[in-house]
């Protein structure tokens, strides 16, 4: 019923953005007919919420009609359930869409194009992180207990059942897990406190190697058989400040195939690999750099309007950037073109952290 | 230790007892002195012991039902945090016997822990007050006072209630007193499975429960007609669990021990009225973020007070009170690692009563302090009585809130480079009396800025700036009214508060700030029957800083009912029985925390 309703402000709005053109019938039939759901073709904000209250939720953007925008969209359509505590990250298998959902240590499962409620997963995790897929299994990164550095774990989901069958230990701080072939990389982060390790997961479900990268890989992406890995180094404050890198491995042989160092005091924490070029957010400023070029570049594409920036991605030529602003205001993401020309801006949900592509 | 020289004093004084004197002393020496004599510009709302009895057992549900104070409650019985005049929970002060007990870790005091049963005197006095109680008094403060009475008495008092969800509430006072010696000492302990079953809901709250007992003694002795010695003890200790929002979240606990001990030596030589006062406060946090592990992290600040306070009467109606003050805050724990600060402020009073009907007075205050850039201080107000009937008050004052321990301490983002958060403001009252009827009604402006905000940094932590400025504007009306006919007596009290408070970049108001907060109370009185029912009413507050519509909490109205019935004269058995949230109201007063619904108590008070 929800979904009826949507669809009719999708038309709605398709008819007053293309009234004063003739192309308002093809408009108005061509959605209805192909969609798999109200949310596809467009672009999931998770919006993380204040940690320690259920305010955690999802926004709607559509990259086909700019203007057809929607927030909290788990609690339109499943308007019996609420989303949860700290939505940490979105991971896609197939329809589905995994809501992992950090305070609330669940794991909502929904139809990502129409978001509706398909499973909760509510036992077997520990402060969840991340979730990457392969061998028809779903991993979820946990850090267990958060001021324990011996109990983190990777928590490994029957897909059918959703249920954890089993868990396999791993060093502090599992953050971003990504899937390759059979095997998964799983970034430390570090949790509460720092690490520099990359986790190797094999068919097995066994670690089976462990590669120093640098202090606090925050985000890691494959592309073409090697992993990007921006580490933020340790801050200031650690007492111990290390400089930030961006360092590739070479999947093949598990070894670093280049370590660029940033500049000390500058700490990254925000990348996305896009069209083979790396964005990565330094302040600000987003910059870019090809995959292959040998240093890092020193002037932005251009620099983001936000507060406080605290989400990016970089999608068909477009850059989408989450503000944070005051943590305790609706947040806004921006969106520019490739030039980084303002576009569009949204006020969505409360610390938006991420974007998903739904295409 | 401390325990041994109580019962010492205990013992002395039940000798002493024993003597009896025959004279009769009526006279009560407060502890408070300056709340009693330097006040006469702003409005006290005093609230005796028979409000304080219906409104068991914490200091939220006292000051909710009874006064302006709005109050966000992470849920019954958890961390309680008081907004007064639309300013923040640091910015309201509380005072144990003329001592600011506010936390120096966080700035701000926990209302659900304070037991009020413990003192006998409680007030609240809206408006500026940091020139007398230094930091936090800018929205206005909280009183809770032993007072002393020399004069013969032996009474012991047993308080036992029970209530919905395994809810106990117990209490043992005793009061001992001769024309010489006044000892009052009691013990509670209050406890909660808090498991209360949302309103219309199958969920209940979980991982609530909650005991807390406090240990007093306080004892005055007077030397003789010109000597006083007063010592104020107390000791806290609580154990909450923090009740969770989401069925898998990791459950939480929070412990907090505190010890509070004031000795005061009272002269009075001519002209002049000495105070010598000393104090050593201790409190302690320790905050489990995962109760199924022993880790925990901590915090503690030991505070050592040292207090010379004159009153100098040049005639009987000009007062010169001058107060020195030196503090040394000793403290250590997570994130703050070692850390002491010193303050010492000077303090001088005046007090003008020019006739019968007008009197005006002027103070001002300056501390000296390595660990923040301390702004001087002042007060003035006069007050003015038109007719018998009608009387205006005009108050102006500067105050301030000081940085806390976390701000100038915390590793990383403190800093010693921080201001105090400043607030100048204005208030004029008017009140009105009629009979058996009392209405007060204040007006108030107020400006703040430098507030304190922790900000994330270029670095990547955050660090606390003194950036947002707010306006702050409202009125306060008191109600009171009592009428007596025959053995019947009638009581009807009531509050509301206006409050506009402006972020002063964005225009929009503060979040858990309420337009409207609204409390009555009736109360019947037949004999030995008493009844009573008290409503409170919040309006609706944004809780996000875009004041977007869709995140309010939404206005409430809550009401409870109770009777009492007290049986025999000398030893008396007071029956009591209240029902709370008689509607059975579904509210939250913090977002996703929702408050119980209909819920019982029965109580038994034995004097003898």
Known sequence: MKINKLLGLALMTAVFFSSCTDEEIVYKEAPAAVSKGAYEKGVLVVNEGNFGSPNAEISYISSEFPTLFQNSIFNTVNPTKVLGNTAQSIGFNGDLAYIVLNGSNKIEVVNRYTFESVATIQTGLQNPRYIAFANGKGYVTNWGDAGVATDDYVAILNLTTNQITGNIAVVEGPEQIVAYNNSLYVAHKGGYSFNDKISLINSSDVVQTTITVGDVPSVIEINNNELYVLCSGKPAWSGTETSAKLVTVNLATNALAQSLTFAAGEHPALMDIEAGSIYFMKGKGVYKKDLGAAALPTTPVFTATATTVYGFAAQNSKFYVGDAIDYVANGKVTVYDAAGTLQRTYTVGVMPNGFYFNN | MRLKLLFAFLFLSQLVLAQNDTINLNEVIVSDVQL???????????????????????????????????????????????????????????????????????????????????????????????????????????????????????????????????????????????????????????????????????????????????????????????????????????????????????????????????????????????????????????????????????????????????????????????????????????????????????????????????????????????????????????????????????????????????????????????????????????????????????????????????????????????????????????????????????????????????????????????????????????????????????????????????????????????????????????????VRNLTNEKYESVASRLMPGRNYNVTLTLIF
């Open chain 2, 36 to 578: 009693r004599d330097n006040n006469v510009s702003q409005t006290v709302l005093k609230l005796n012991d028979s409000i304080i009895q219906q409104n068991q057992p914490a200091l939220t549900s006292l000051l909710n039902y009874n006064s302006v104070i709005y109050f966000k409650e992470n849920g019954y019985g958890m961390v309680s945090s008081a907004s007064f005049r639309g300013t923040t929970a640091q910015q309201t002060a509380v005072l144990w016997n003329g001592i600011n007990i506010n936390s120096q870790l966080l700035g701000q005091t926990d209302f659900n822990t304070v037991t009020t049963r413990d003192f006998n005197s409680i007030s609240v006095k809206s408006g500026g007050g940091s020139v007398v109680y230094g930091s936090g008094a800018i929205g206005g403060t909280v009183h809770l006072n032993t007072d002393f009475r020399f004069r013969e008495a032996f009474q012991n008092e047993l308080y036992l209630g029970y209530g919905s969800f395994n809810t106990i509430n117990t209490q043992y006072r005793l009061n001992a007193g001769t024309k010489k010696w006044n000892t009052q000492i009691s013990f509670s302990r209050n406890s909660s499975d808090n498991d209360y079953p949302f309103v219309g809901s199958d969920e209940k709250n979980t991982n609530g429960e909650y005991y807390n007992a406090t240990v007093n003694a306080n004892i005055g002795y007077k030397i003789n007609d010109k000597n006083i010695l007063k010592l104020y003890s107390q000791f806290y200790e609580d154990e909450r669990h923090f009740s969770i929002t989401s069925e898998n979240a990791i459950r939480t606990k929070y412990r907090n021990a505190n010890s509070r001990n004031l000795l005061v030596w009272t002269n009075m030589a001519g002209q002049f009225t000495s105070n010598v006062k000393a104090a050593f406060l201790k409190e302690r946090y320790q905050y489990y973020d995962n109760i199924e592990s022993d880790a925990f992290s901590f915090g503690e600040v030991q505070t050592f007070i040292a207090k010379y306070d004159v009153v100098y009467a040049i005639t009987e109606n000009i007062k010169l009170n001058a107060i020195i003050d030196y503090t040394i805050n000793d403290g250590e724990g997570e994130g703050i690692g070692e850390a002491k600060r010193k303050i010492g402020s000077g303090v001088l009073l005046f007090k003008h009563k020019v006739s019968d009907a007008f009197t005006y007075e002027v103070s001002g205050r300056k501390e000296i302090t390595d660990a923040y850039q301390s702004p001087f201080l002042f007060s003035a107000g006069a007050t003015y009585a038109v007719t018998n009937w009608y009387k205006v008050k005009l108050n102006g004052s500067h105050n301030f809130r000081i940085p806390t321990f976390n701000d100038l301490y915390w590793k990383p983002g403190g800093n010693l480079n921080l201001r105090p958060e400043s607030a100048y403001q204005a208030d004029f009252g008017q009140e009105f009396t009629f009979g058996g009827l009392q209405l007060t009604a204040t007006a108030y402006y107020m400006k703040i800025k430098d507030m304190l905000r922790w900000l994330p940094t270029s670095e990547g932590y955050w660090a606390p700036v003194n950036t947002d400025r707010v306006q702050s504007y409202g009125a306060e009306v008191l109600l009171d009214y009592t009428h007596k006919f025959g053995a019947h007596e009638l009581g009807l009290k009531g509050t509301y508060a206006y409050t506009v408070s402006e972020d002063e970049n964005t225009n929009k108001q503060l979040i858990y700030v309420p337009y409207h907060k609204l409390t009555g109370a009736v109360s019947y009185t037949f004999k030995n029957f008493g009844a009573y029912y008290q409503a409170l009413y919040n309006g609706e507050v944004f809780t996000l800083s875009d004041n977007d519509p869709k995140y309010m909490v939404k206005d409430y109205l809550v009401s409870n009912f109770g009777i009492d019935y007290r049986i025999g004269k000398k030893n008396t058995y007071r029956l009591g029985a209240q």
